[in-house]
């Protein structure tokens, strides 16, 4: 079968080949610029703007018996870009993304807008149709899709949500085009860039001077991470100090781990508590004693009492339409690699300050500061609010332990509080770090907050949502982390992708499956299968709460999927990528499910799939 839009049956007639034992094109220097700047992974779907690359990956394989960077093949190109999201969460650096002319760049989709919105760095390489078409240059069109193909702003499809996009116009400087826009890519705020060249380009000749003067990686650093100023960091240290009901609210400070024990021991210091607002990272361990919870909307508890409210990371701290605010006269401050959100339609917090800075860099001020503060003069009040904290935390947490005692209305079938906590227990008993050398994906939509605080992860790193809100990301998205786990040299015991079923469908299983099984990348795959899409039906009561449809059904509504229609999604998995399947519906079955299922992914080394049937909407 041909590539993605690539007819090559249709050939309008041949073009010439150069021949010759070491021939070097543009795709050479591309490759080479990849490897020489730590590009260990190029996520790719091919297609007839990429005939340079394919000759050039096997004179590669022809000179040395390897590519220069692994080549993952991803018949989705959405997999393929989450697949690099997730390599790039657990590296902390890019992976590249191959795609094919401006149908590729659009089958990218929501992808694009997770990375963005995540931060994560990546680097997205697509051809175009060839700009010749009668044979001046080796690349000319040949086949009648590459009319079809000829877009006028190809890169306009993917602009506002890029970092940097760029065409490489000749290989003679494309190494450079290459590191300007990793580089670009790896500053903060981290993410996407884009880079397209006609065929043509990719095909050109390129001498051995130009193939041995690749850009130097050590000239080309990513922006060294800011810092708070010495006025801000002594008002913000100060005034966490003397407040009676201070409180932190991150949601991505974790995206770097070094911030997270600095969180952590900030927090000790002072008796702060910490909540998480739609986190997409693990900012604080679970475990510490003035952590008090993750949320996601609705109105937030501990906000209004707050006199020092620290924002740090975080995307939307609060929801206005809530009534959610601080107390009166409270202050407000902010820090954020991009605390004004520029690329929001609109975004707005009530901030005595806005710092642009690194959370970990910030924080290790702030420490600093704290320690040079006189403890007599808040001592007391510290006291005091750990008291109140350490109240807080333990209703908080009484209240978690009971709903995982707890059925769903039926008493048959689980809650979703339940069934995490057998999957924590399983997880638990079943690896050999007891849990802690876990990967945890989240991408449950509306339960996502119960994963938050049940499964409670304690390590930097262990638990990531995309940071976006195209959902799909998670199928890819364990692909590539299990990669990315590989090349950094760090093995997790398990891999967990905790989905919904809307969401499962919306992430190319049958594509995920199959690449996961060929680069020997299992993971356990939990749907809580709801029948349909709730997150739609919630909104609508949040609007219309007394309206005609507020008691309608799922069905009726048309965001249902019924009893007897839903997708065999375990199946799914079993028939593109031979991975093991069962779907549970009695809550009593959970736990042998569960480590039989975890039991297949660590020693069959296969994708394992359990489709639990929770309540309907």
Known sequence: MAGRSSWG??????????????????????????AEAGITHAFVNWGSDHSAF????????????????????CPSEYVALSAAHGYGQVTGKPAAVIVHVDVGTQGLAGAVHNADRGQVPVLIFAGSSPFTANGELRGSKNEFVMWFQDMPDQPAIVRQYMRYVAQIQ?????SKMIMRALQIASSQPK??????????????????STINTVASLNKWPAVTPGALTPQAVETIASALAKAESPLVITANAGRNPAAVPLLAELSSALAIGVISCAASSVSIPASHPYFLGYFFGGKLPYLPDADVVLVFDTDVPWVDVFDNA????????????????????????????????DAATALRQLLDAVQTLDARTYAAKVHARAQTLDASRAAWRAQLAHAETLLAPDGVK?????????????????????GRNVLWLNEAASASGHIWNHIAPEEPGSMFMSGGTSLGYILGGSVGASLGARAAGREYDLIVALTGDGNFLFGAPTAAYWVARRYDAPFLTIVFNNRGWFSPKYSMRAVHPTGLGSTASGDKLSVGFGEEHNVDYAGVAAAAGGGWARQVIHADELQGAFEEGIRVVLHERRCAVIDCIIESI
């Open 54 to 73: 394919l000759e050039d990956l096997h004179r590669q394989r022809t000179e040395s018996g390897k590519t220069l960077v692994e080549i993952v093949t």
């Open 414 to 434: 689980p809650s979703v509080a339940f069934l995490l906590a057998r999957l924590r227990d399983a997880v638990v008993s079943q690896t050999s770090s007891r």
């Open 191 to 208: 993410g996407p860039v884009y880079l397209w060249a006609r065929r043509e380009v990719t095909d050109e000749d390129i001498d051995d």
């Open 9 to 34: 049956i249709f050939s309008l007639w041949p073009v010439s080949s150069c021949s010759g034992a070491n021939m070097y094109t543009t795709a050479s220097v591309f490759f080479k610029t990849l």
């Open 326 to 357: 601080p107390r009166t006269g409270a202050q407000v401050f902010v820090v954020d690699s991009d605390p004004l959100k520029r690329t929001f339609g609109f975004s707005h917090v009530d901030a005595d300050l806005l710092c642009t800075a």
């Open 170 to 174: 000749t290989g003679k400087n494309a």
